[in-house]
C-alpha cells in the first residue's frame, strides 16, 4: 500500500508487555523509526534501527524488523502509565522522504 | 531556550483572517520542516528548506504561504482557510537535509479555524 499503517490504539495493563506493530511501503527504506508524542508535546524520537539489521534493544525497548515483509513491531517490556502516549512508526526513504503512520495510542492501565 | 520552539501554541481563527504561525530552533540546524498532524491520519509534510531555500513542496494548497528567513526561523502564513484546515501543525529541524531522520519537533500549534 501507499501509507506506513499502524493500528490506532492498544490498551495493556501496567507491568505487561506492549507490542506496537507497522507496516511499512518502501522495501528500500534506508532507516525504520519510531517517535513517542505525549499529550501537548511534539514527536520524541524513541529508536531507530538501520535496514541491515533485524533487531535492536535499548533498555525496555526491543525492535524488530521483518524486511521481507515490510513489518516493524515496537515491544515495551514492563510498561509503565508513563509510556501512555502515541506512538509514530516511519520511514525514510533513499529520496530522503520521511513518511509517517497515523500513530497508535498506547493506554496503560494501571 | 533549547530545542525547536513553536508560537503560538494554541491558534483559533477565522476563514477571512490571515495569521502566522512561527517556528524557532536552538540548535544550530540547517533544514526545517512543516507538518500537519490531523486526527487519525499520517503525519503529512508539507514543506522542507534546506539553508533558507525551500527543498520540497508536496502539493500544499496555496493558502499556506512558508518563509524562512535564516535558518533558525520558520514561518507559515495562513489565509482564507478552510475548517479541514483544522489540525496541529508541527515544526521540526535536522542538522541537514540529507539527515533528515535525526529530526528534533516542536510541540505544535494547534490550529482551529471556525
Keep these: 500500500g501507499e501509507d506506513v499503517e499502524q493500528s490506532l490504539f492498544l490498551s495493556v495493563r501496567e507491568g505487561d508487555s506492549s507490542v506496537i506493530n507497522c507496516t511499512y511501503t518502501d522495501s528500500s527504506s534506508t532507516y525504520l523509526y519510531w517517535y513517542k508524542q505525549e499529550p501537548g508535546a511534539g ?39 508513563g509510556d501512555s502516549a502515541i506512538y509514530f512508526c516511519a520511514e525514510s526513504t533513499p529520496r530522503n522522504d520521511m513518511r509517517f503512520g497515523a500513530g497508535t495510542r498506547l493506554t496503560v492501565k494501571p | ?87 496541529l501543525y508541527l515544526c521540526a529541524s535536522s542538522q541537514d537535509y540529507k539527515q533528515a531522520y535525526e529530526q528534533y519537533f516542536g510541540p505544535g500549534t494547534r490550529l482551529t479555524v471556525t
Design chain 1, 43 to 81: 514527536l520524541q524520537l524513541l529508536t531507530y534501527i538501520f535496514s541491515n539489521m533485524d533487531m535492536k534493544q535499548d533498555q525496555r525497548l526491543t525492535v524488530l524488523l521483518n524486511k521481507k515483509d515490510k513489518h516493524l513491531s515496537l515491544r515495551i517490556a514492563d510498561t509503565q502509565t
Design chain 2, 1 to 87: 531556550e533549547t530545542g525547536v520552539t513553536q508560537t503560538p501554541r494554541h491558534l483559533v481563527m477565522g476563514m477571512t483572517n490571515k495569521k502566522s504561525l512561527k517556528c524557532e530552533q536552538h540548535l544550530g540546524h540547517n533544514a526545517m520542516y512543516w507538518y500537519k498532524q490531523s486526527a487519525k491520519k499520517p503525519l503529512e509534510l508539507m514543506f522542507v528548506y534546506s539553508l533558507e531555500e525551500r527543498v520540497e513542496n508536496n502539493s500544499v494548497p496555496s493558502r499556506f504561504s512558508p518563509e524562512c528567513p535564516n535558518s533558525s526561523h520558520l514561518f507559515l502564513h495562513l489565509h482564507t482557510l478552510q475548517p479541514e484546515d483544522s489540525a
